[in-house]
């Protein structure tokens, strides 16, 4: 597979996923935008849905990656949190098809992309467990379960996602995730528990 047509045609799904939806997006739209043949893309990919899949791992991936550098420039654990979630919204907002995939509901589309996106949340997941585990070790963070502890953050920022990322700003979404890390990091409680 010619790198240069792999290519052209994953930014063209890219775009028409996005604009379209994997419905109403066609094989023949495809191929006239990104300048190949239909044969083309049935050669390379056999089908609309499995390009619709790599469209939605690459993202997945880019999303990771993205979140990956920007948590490592962070030396502190505190840090590292607080940049994990503000780059998870972030690069979700830019990743159209995962954030599509999320109000279309995979279920809704077929097992692989349901797939592709529980295997980006457990990837989170992991690194957030990753953070507080050196935060636990490094004696900044008290923690009896960090799995769990960071199984539920994730869950949290999940839910608040969809409505986020569709509904406000960038400067609205800092501010929530502000309050959120905040209420994390040093509770509701006025007096201190010894």
């Not at 692989?112 to 953070?131: P, S, T």
């Amino acid at each position: 597979m010619k790198q240069e047509k792999f290519d052209s045609i994953i930014d063209t799904a890219k775009k028409l996923f996005a604009r379209y939806g994997l419905r109403k997006t066609s094989i023949d739209d495809l191929a006239r935008m990104a300048r190949v043949a239909k044969a083309t893309i049935y050669n390379y990919f056999g089908s609309k849905d499995r390009i619709y899949l790599e469209v939605l791992r690459i993202e997945a991936d880019e999303i990771l990656k993205k979140i990956l550098l920007s948590v490592n420039e962070k030396d502190s654990p505190k840090d590292k949190l607080f940049t994990f979630a503000a780059a998870k919204f972030r690069y979700t907002r830019n990743a159209v098809n995962i954030l599509n995939l999320d109000r279309e509901g995979s279920k809704n589309l077929f097992p692989g992309a349901e797939q592709i996106r529980n295997n980006l949340f457990e990837q989170e997941i992991k690194i957030i467990q990753a953070i507080l585990s050196e935060g636990v070790a490094a004696g900044k963070f008290y923690l009896n379960d960090a799995a769990f502890s960071a199984r539920t953050i994730a869950h949290a920022l999940k839910g608040f996602e969809l409505n986020w990322l569709v509904h406000e700003s960038r400067e609205k979404i800092e501010y929530y995730l502000d309050e959120f890390l905040n209420t994390i990091f040093f509770g509701m409680l006025k007096e201190k528990k010894n």
